[in-house]
């Protein structure tokens, strides 16, 4: 599949101190040069995320003005911004 304009979701469980700007931050650093916007849609704190954490979910949008996107490099470069808030602040996917 091909698209110009690809749209993921990410639900992250981090520990409460932990601010959506700085995870907007490296979020955006991980995904360059595809990764065109990057929004918290969702934040929440309480059961059953365990206490002193908090679930935040963002809304990443892939795009390359000059050409159109595989699957295969979205997904390549989603991978990175997960590994990288894992690696950077201990992140864990929502189930």
Do not use: N
């Amino acid at each position: 599949m091909c698209s110009s304009d690809l749209e993921r979701d990410l639900a992250l469980v981090v520990e409460g101190g932990i601010t959506a700007a700085d995870l907007l931050q490296a979020i955006r650093k991980a995904g360059k040069p595809l990764l065109e916007q990057a929004e918290l849609i969702d934040r929440y704190v309480g059961e059953p995320v365990k206490a002193g954490f908090c679930s935040q979910a963002f809304r990443l949008r892939y795009r390359d003005a000059s050409r159109t996107l595989t699957e295969a490099e979205v997904e390549e470069t989603h991978g990175r911004v997960r590994q990288s808030l894992e690696r950077q602040f201990s992140a864990e996917l929502r189930s």
